[in-house]
């Protein structure tokens, strides 16, 4: 029983502790797992994101799309490639982004 956010009884539940501490990932994976939400929590990379969600598209057509100066688009895919959520291929002196797999879309269409 808790009382104002405090445990008010001294006993603890061994098999429950047990179960959750089994399903716990490792340090490395949190972190990871952190650094990923992190990253995804930035306005103008959610945007970017979700713009890649329909199409694959070049830096001026992000910047376009999204307001966002073609440095600052730049930068934020520069952060998204880093992070293995973006990739490009480059068609003559263009690239164009696309997301890295499903995981992502899938990742975004279930937080909205």
């Known amino acids: 029983m808790t009382v ?7 006993a603890t ?6 179960k959750a501490r089994q ?6 994976m949190l972190l990871d797992t952190s650094a990923l ?7 103008s990379r959610m945007k970017i994101i979700i713009a890649l969600l329909a199409a694959e598209l070049c830096v001026c057509d992000l910047a376009e799309l999204t307001g966002i100066s073609q440095s600052a688009v730049s930068h934020q895919l520069r952060v998204l490639r880093q992070a293995r959520l973006v990739r490009y291929r480059r068609d003559g002196k263009n690239a164009y982004y696309s997301l890295q797999d499903d995981h992502v879309s899938q990742l975004v ?4």
Do not use: V, W, Y
């Open 4 to 10: 104002n956010g405090k445990c008010t009884q001294k």
């Open 13 to 18: 539940h061994p098999s429950q502790i047990r």
């Open 23 to 28: 399903s716990m990932p490792d340090e490395e």
């Open 37 to 43: 939400f992190k990253i995804m929590s930035d306005p």
């Open 109 to 112: 269409r279930i937080a909205l």
